[in-house]
């Protein structure tokens, strides 16, 4: 069962152990004693209103009035940096176990990336907070035009197992800034991170107003079943769907952060250590970021036919020195992502595409860095997103027909571009649509806190990291102050001609017309 509501209740992740052995994590109540202290994340229940109850605790803990106070969501941020500091070592374990991550990837990608995005916050967070000026017609002089932030409520964040802590505490972080209260629900997928979070977030934050939630889809759906503030959910299109056909329900706002095939075009470059300097970007964005198994990663890369070979043979010198060892490269997350990138490769017509590597190893789950050149179309490597170490490369007659291919395709989560051709470039940013655009590099603009990140269309909506964040968790109340100085009647019936003229004058800003209408001088 997902759930065990038996009466007065607190809820324990199951023993790391188990998640060892990536058996899907799982919600379980037990009993416990009043007077017991206040860990995991503590709930009261009465059977079959786990949820509702949680959701009542939140809902109160945002009443009080609490996480609006700026001390309030310092303090929030301050814990988050104490845990990701002082559980190093856990979190450098937990990564390890659920995809095979070395320590200095998941410094880099996630603990590092979490530190700094926490600090930004932190240090901008009063200005973020403030209210922001806006202009007030001259005709309702005397009046101030405001902008305030203020927070949503109760939020819910779906976070993915690729980067299961950073796709967690990112939200977190710019919701708490916002001064909501957050539920989490890391992925069933992620076990050990999941169970990391569950007994180390109620330590560090407030207890009663950051829970986790821990289950599969069923407690997905059960969450879903609820009224939210806003939704965020990371994960396939797929679930996506369903997210906002349960969240139309309710009318609860939803932003969704998902896939996609990011293209990358490469023009020839001239200088030797440029065409390095690319192919070294290029290989660590594709094979050493969760073996290729993130949004953002490269898909395939598109380039002209006569600069192919030399790319692919930078591309296998580069990805032989980044993979020397086995710990260099994380492994495929389960036998079911696995056995979904081997099909790729089954397909006769594909394996005959294989230039370089194609070696699979089903006991350790892991997939030999993989180029393949030109494989078809219409095959499922090119039209389903590959979230794996398979890198095809598609060539064109001439660079600029890369954006043809671009714009045939759903729009990306992100497009990526190595050239020092500034007219490329303008056509790129003109011609194309996706969530980002990345010049002579490729993933970085995920850690660039003054950047949104999100996507358009198929890939996703609404957008977060940095003030975007604190935005997304936020609403923008208007706040308009007048005073009782100065009326003008001709803004009420009964009404006549002379009082239509004024108001054209109003809405032409057409104040010296206004002026003179006013003093009799002019009809």
């Given at each position: ?323 020397a060892t086995p710990e260099c490269m994380a492994k495929i997350l389960n036998t079911k992502h696995f056995q979904r990138l081997s099909n790729f490769l089954d397909d006769d017509r594909v394996a005959r595409s294989v230039v370089h590597g194609g070696s699979v190893n089903q006991k350790t789950l892991t997939i030999e860095p993989t180029i393949l050149l030109n494989p078809p179309l219409d095959s499922d490597i090119m ?141």
């Open positions: 069962m997902l759930f065990n509501t038996a009466s007065g209740a607190r809820f324990i992740p199951q023993a790391r152990a188990r998640h060892r052995g990536h058996q899907p994590a799982s919600v379980h109540f037990v009993s416990y004693s009043s007077s017991a202290s206040v860990s995991m994340g503590s709930l009261h229940e009465e059977p079959g209103h786990g949820i509702g109850d949680l959701l009542s605790g939140l809902q109160e803990a945002y009443g009080s009035g609490r996480t609006k106070d700026l001390a309030w969501r310092r303090a929030q941020l301050k814990g988050l940096l104490r845990l990701l500091t002082e559980k190093e070592e856990e979190i450098f374990d937990a990564l390890h176990d659920d995809l095979g991550k070395h320590r200095a990837e998941s410094y880099r990608d996630e603990l590092g990336a979490l530190v700094k995005s926490v600090n930004h916050t932190l240090k901008n967070l009063e200005r973020w907070a403030a209210p922001e000026k806006a202009q007030a017609p001259l005709v309702s002089f005397p009046a101030t035009a405001l902008v305030v932030p203020e927070p949503l409520g109760v939020v819910l964040v779906f976070s993915c197992w690729n980067l299961p802590l950073g796709l967690a505490l990112e939200p977190v972080s710019g919701a708490l800034a916002a001064g909501n209260v957050v539920v989490v629900k890391p992925s069933e997928l992620a076990p050990s991170t999941a169970a990391f979070l569950a007994a180390n977030i109620p330590r560090y934050l407030d207890p009663k107003a950051v829970k986790v939630i821990l289950g599969g889809p069923e407690v997905g759906e059960q969450l879903m079943e609820h009224r939210w503030d806003k939704v965020l959910f990371t994960g396939s299109a797929n679930v996506g769907r369903l997210i906002l056909t349960k969240a139309a329900k309710h009318l609860t706002p939803v932003a969704l952060e998902l896939g996609s095939k990011c293209p990358c075009i490469v023009d020839q470059l001239d200088s030797k250590r440029d065409r390095q300097i690319a192919v070294n970007r290029i290989a660590g964005a594709k094979w050493s970021v969760c073996a290729g198994q993130a949004c953002v990663a490269i898909d395939y890369i598109l380039v002209e036919e006569k600069f192919a070979p030399i790319l692919i043979e930078l591309l296998k010198s580069t990805v032989k020195r980044f993979t039209t389903e997103e590959i979230f794996g170490p398979l890198l095809p490369i598609i060539t064109v007659k001439k660079i600029e027909d890369t954006i043809k291919f671009v714009t045939s395709m759903q729009k990306p989560l992100a497009i990526y571009a190595f050239t020092k051709n500034e007219k490329l470039k303008h056509r790129i940013i003109n011609e194309t649509s996706s969530g980002s655009i990345t010049f002579n590099d490729a993933t970085v603009q995920y850690v660039v806190e003054g950047l949104p990140f999100g996507g358009v269309g198929q890939s996703g909506f609404g957008q977060y990291h940095g003030k975007y964040s604190f935005e997304l968790f936020s609403n923008k109340k208007a706040v308009f102050k007048r005073s009782f100085l100065i009326e003008f009647m001709f803004r009420y019936p009964p009404w006549d001609d002379s009082k239509i003229g004024m108001l054209r004058h109003v809405f032409n800003t057409n104040y010296i017309l206004l002026l003179l209408g006013l003093l009799g001088l002019r009809r």
